[in-house]
């Protein structure tokens, strides 16, 4: 059975077309993935397209068995930000990753999880990264 979801009625609220945007987030199909590795820590998922770019650093990143890994030899989290920045700068040069923020963020496992490397906030989403964010509203009251 298809969930169908109507729209709102008023102005700003989700309507049909959002709402597909989220069933289709929540459809993960592990098989259009590889499982992103840094060292021996599960970091996140590349979609098979982008993995590709990837394959142009040879010496940094291993493929096998559906999974692609930072080199294991960058042992701290500095060299694994170190070689990410580099990678993710070209990409970016390249037009592959977009929306460049200067925002470092944080590679993680979990919500209170050491940082396994810090990446360009821009980059989260080519590696399939866990994301956390928030956002804050406020109003100011003017004289007119």
């Not at 069933?23 to 590889?34: E, K, V």
């Not at 770019?53 to 060299?79: I, K, Q, Y």
């Not at 810090?118 to 964010?133: C, D, H, K, S, Y």
């Amino acid at each position: 059975m298809t969930e169908s979801l109507p729209p709102r009625s008023r102005a700003g609220t989700p309507g049909r077309r959002e709402f597909a945007v989220l069933r289709q987030a929540r459809a993960f199909d592990p098989a259009r993935f590889l499982r992103f590795r840094l060292g021996n820590r599960d970091a996140g998922w590349v979609r098979l397209d982008l993995a590709q770019h990837l394959r142009a650093w040879p010496g940094l990143f291993h493929f096998d068995n559906r999974v692609a890994t930072l080199s294991p030899l960058l042992g701290s989290e500095g060299e694994r930000t170190e070689a990410l920045a580099g990678v993710i700068g070209r990409l970016a040069e390249k037009g592959v990753i977009s929306g460049w923020r200067d925002e470092r963020y944080a590679v993680v496992e979990g919500p209170a999880a050491p940082p396994l490397a810090l990446i360009e906030r821009a980059a989260a989403r080519f590696f399939g990264v866990l994301t956390f964010a928030v956002h804050c509203n406020g109003f100011t009251r003017r004289g007119d």
